[in-house]
């Protein structure tokens, strides 16, 4: 998946993990949840994978927000952002809210765009 909510480093996958959290604290996320891909893989089918983690971001003023205007967005919360090894590259993926149910909603397209620009900023941050 190609999107401009992605972004490709030449960086080493740990380095980029532990940028990560400072990078969407400095627009209001914080990490809810981690899922270790290769580890979850392995242990339940015992098959090998590139390292690969999903972590659950929230802005809790926004999600409030979006909470308000339409309560059924919760399936949309928390923000997932992937990042995975590709190489000597690690690639960082974030949700594109405009291109989820979320966006179908008028009461929350301007919450919907509003995310896009934060995770558009918080990938800027990491390189």
């Known amino acids: 998946m190609i999107t401009d909510l992605q972004k490709t480093l030449p960086m080493d996958y740990d380095a980029v993990l532990a940028k990560l959290p400072d990078a969407l604290k400095t627009e209001g996320f914080g990490v809810l949840t981690e899922i270790d891909v290769r580890e979850t893989l392995r242990a339940k089918l015992g098959v090998e994978f590139r390292r690969y983690k999903i972590l659950g971001a929230c802005n809790?003023?926004?999600?409030?927000?979006?909470?308000?205007?339409?309560?059924?967005?919760?399936?949309?919360?928390?923000?997932?952002?992937?990042?995975?090894e590709d190489g000597d590259r690690t690639v960082v993926t974030a949700i594109d809210p405009m291109q989820t149910i979320a966006a179908q909603h008028p009461g929350l397209l301007p919450i919907a765009q509003e995310v896009r620009a934060r995770l558009g900023r918080v990938l800027a941050r990491l390189g």
């Open 60 to 84: 809790p003023t926004l999600a409030h927000q979006a909470l308000q205007a339409e309560l059924g967005v919760g399936v949309m919360l928390p923000c997932n952002l992937t990042v995975y």
